[in-house]
């Protein structure tokens, strides 16, 4: 059974600093581009940045450049999502996902396997 399991979510203060991860188990991730989505009370869900499967093939949306990193690590089954900088615009819960497919262009409806996502609440 094909699962993702994402955690790290939590209470975060302004500038503050989180680390998500998410961890796959029932198949090899290795042949697998990751993305990190957030979705906000009443909004649609929202790509935040995807890894493609080797690691090189990398993309963020514009409002997180700078401010979060995501990596993986194939051996472990495990993929990031390094988030500093913290606003109030970056709450949610956030869920990593698997696609067959190349970052580069890829889009929501290419994410086949969900995680049931981690919240990330503000203190503001």
């Known amino acids: 059974q094909y699962r993702l399991v994402e955690s790290g979510g939590g209470l975060v203060q302004p500038g503050g600093s989180l680390r998500l991860s998410c961890a796959a188990s029932?198949?090899?991730?290795?042949?697998?581009?990751i993305g990190w989505f957030r979705q906000a009370p009443g909004k649609e869900r929202e790509g935040v940045s995807c890894i493609g499967s080797s690691g090189d093939d990398i993309n963020y949306a514009d409002s997180v450049k700078g401010r979060f990193t995501i990596y993986r690590d194939n051996a472990k089954k495990m993929a990031y999502l390094q988030m500093n900088s913290l606003n109030p615009e970056n709450t949610g819960v956030y869920y990593c996902?698997?696609?067959?497919?190349?970052?580069?262009?890829?889009?929501?409806?290419?994410?086949?396997?969900w995680g049931l996502g981690t919240q990330v609440t503000d203190s503001w």
């Open positions: 996902a698997a696609a067959l497919v190349a970052c580069s262009g890829v889009q929501i409806y290419h994410f086949g396997t």
């Open positions: 029932g198949f090899t991730l290795d042949y697998y581009a």
